[in-house]
C-alpha cells in the first residue's frame, strides 16, 4: 500500500527557534492535513490544505503556524517561533478527495521536542 | 464541540480473550464514526468505519456498531491476538467537515 513519508522521525529545537517538518504525501493525493498528538493527550486537528490553500483550520493553528506545498511532493509545517508547549508528535495525513468518510493515510510521525 | 472519549488504558490480555474498547461521542448531528490502530513505530492506519446508525464496521476481526441512541461506538474482537498490540483510536467526523476528531487512544497489550 503507498505510504506517507514524514521527516524526520525525531526533531529537539530549543525554544524560539524555527522548525519545519516534511512530509511527502500520496503521489496521487489532493488534500494534505496536519495533526498533533501531545503526550497522553488527544490527537488534534490542525490543519487541511487543498489546491494550494488552507481549506480548514482549528484555534491551535494560529499566526505561528503555516503551512506549505513548496513542490509537487512535499507538504510542510513551519512553526515560526517554538513554545514549550509545543512539543509533540505531529502527523502528515494525505486523501484523493477530501470527501467524509474518506480514508485518511497517515505518516509514522514526527516527535518535536521544544527545549 | 464534538468530542470523543475513549476508556482509559493500558488494556493487557492474553492471547485469544475477549476484546471490548469503550468509545462514546459527542457530536451534533449524524458523525461518522472511525477505529484507527497504530501500532509501534507507525502511522495511524484506518481499521474500520461506520457512516449512520446501526452500521457495523468490521475488518481483520475487528466489529464495531454505530449506536445512535447510546452514542457508542464500541470495538470488539473475539479472540485477540498478540500481533494486536498497538494503540486503538476511536474518531468522528460531522458531514460537514474535513477534519477528524480523535479520542486520547488505548493501548492494547496481547501477552501470550
Known amino acids: 500500500e503507498p505510504e506517507v513519508t514524514q521527516t524526520p522521525s525525531h526533531q529537539v529545537t530549543q525554544m524560539g527557534q524555527e522548525v519545519i517538518l516534511r512530509c511527502v504525501p500520496i503521489?496521487?493525493?489532493?488534500?494534505f492535513y496536519w495533526y498533533r498528538q501531545i503526550l497522553g493527550q488527544k490527537v488534534e486537528f490542525l490543519v487541511s490544505f487543498y489546491n494550494n490553500e488552507i481549506s480548514e483550520k482549528s484555534e491551535i493553528f494560529d499566526d505561528q503556524f503555516s503551512v506549505e506545498r513548496p513542490d509537487g511532493s512535499n507538504f510542510t509545517l513551519k512553526i515560526r517561533s517554538t513554545k514549550l508547549e509545543d512539543s509533540a508528535m505531529y502527523f502528515c495525513?494525505?486523501?484523493?478527495?477530501?470527501?467524509?468518510?474518506?480514508?485518511?493515510?497517515f505518516g509514522s510521525g514526527t516527535q518535536l521536542s521544544v527545549l | 464541540g464534538d468530542s470523543v472519549t475513549q476508556m482509559e488504558g493500558p488494556v493487557t490480555l492474553s492471547e485469544e480473550a475477549f476484546l471490548t474498547i469503550n468509545c462514546t461521542y459527542t457530536?451534533?448531528?449524524?458523525?461518522?464514526l472511525f477505529w484507527y490502530v497504530q501500532y509501534p513505530g507507525e502511522g495511524l492506519q484506518l481499521l474500520l468505519k461506520a457512516t449512520k446508525a446501526d452500521d457495523k464496521g468490521s475488518n481483520k476481526g475487528f466489529e464495531a456498531t454505530y449506536r445512535k441512541e447510546t452514542t457508542s461506538f464500541h470495538l470488539e474482537k473475539g479472540s485477540v491476538q498478540v500481533s494486536d498490540s498497538a494503540v486503538y483510536f476511536c474518531?468522528?467526523?460531522?458531514?460537514?467537515?474535513?477534519?477528524?476528531?480523535f479520542g486520547t487512544g488505548t493501548k492494547l497489550q496481547v501477552i501470550p
Open positions: 503521489s496521487n493525493h489532493l488534500y
Open positions: 474518531a468522528l467526523q460531522a458531514p460537514t467537515d474535513q477534519k477528524v476528531t
Open positions: 495525513a494525505s486523501n484523493a478527495w477530501g470527501a467524509t468518510n474518506e480514508k485518511l493515510f
Open positions: 457530536a451534533t448531528g449524524y458523525p461518522s
